[in-house]
């Protein structure tokens, strides 16, 4: 059974950074692409970027470009999402997903990593 | 970026009414067009891909129509398990992008 398994919930101050991990259980994980979507309180999800399991080539979002790296690390079959420079607006539940190279729709999906932003 | 419009954006309804959801995107995206419902505190979970095709294990009440940049998600008799949010989501280009939703209410 294909399961991603995120990190706790995170606290932290403006300016400061936050990263988040994604676990794979139950699939190769370099046959795959993983995203990061958040998705912050009654809002639409957004799409932050991915990171291909295989190659670990990268695509962000412009709006986030400056602001966000995704890594994996393959012998752990996981992913990671850093996001620098926290304002209040970056708080929002972190999700990774999982897609097939190229079709970018995610299934499944971590069950979400709650990042609050507050002094 | 493609800029994802749903309407509407809440409804309210019955068990065993037909429902249809509409998703217009702002530029052409082929059928790039997936579907997600999402219960509070889950996270997404995707019904429709590639806009027609129907994700192994979900219910054959839900379908999915269209192309271009029209889209449409049937729900053919409402279940009480579907209340729910749904998003429609293009995987045409980068930034992938997101309707802003349809939340089912129970009337």
């Known amino acids: 059974q294909v399961q991603l398994v995120q990190s706790g919930a995170e606290v932290r101050e403006p300016g400061a950074s936050v990263k988040v991990s994604c676990k794979a259980f139950g699939y190769t994980f370099t046959g795959y692409t993983i995203h990061w979507v958040r998705q912050a309180p009654g809002q639409r999800p957004e799409w932050m970027g991915w990171?291909?399991?295989?190659?670990?080539?990268?695509k962000y979002s412009q709006k986030f470009q400056d602001r966000v790296t995704i890594t994996t690390d393959t012998s752990a079959s996981s992913a990671y999402m850093e996001l620098s420079s926290l304002t209040s607006e970056d708080t929002a539940v972190y999700y990774c997903?999982?897609?097939?190279?190229?079709?970018?729709?995610?299934?499944?999906w971590g069950q979400g990593t709650l990042v609050i932003v507050s002094s | 970026d493609i800029q994802m419009t749903q309407s509407p954006s809440s409804l309210s309804a019955s068990v065993g009414d037909r429902l249809t959801i509409t998703c217009r995107a702002s530029?052409?995206?082929?059928?790039?067009l997936n579907w997600y419902q999402q219960k509070p505190g889950k996270a997404p979970k995707v019904l429709i891909y590639a806009a027609s095709s129907l994700q192994s294990g979900v219910p054959s009440r839900f379908s999915g129509s269209g192309s271009g940049t029209d889209f449409t998600l049937t729900i053919s008799s409402l279940q009480p398990e579907d209340f729910a949010a749904y998003y429609c989501q293009q995987s045409y280009s980068t930034p992938l992008t997101f309707g802003g939703g349809t939340k089912v209410e129970i009337k």
């Open positions: 530029q052409s995206i082929g059928n790039h």
């Open positions: 990171i291909s399991g295989g190659s670990g080539n990268t």
């Open positions: 997903g999982t897609s097939v190279a190229g079709l970018n729709w995610f299934d499944p």
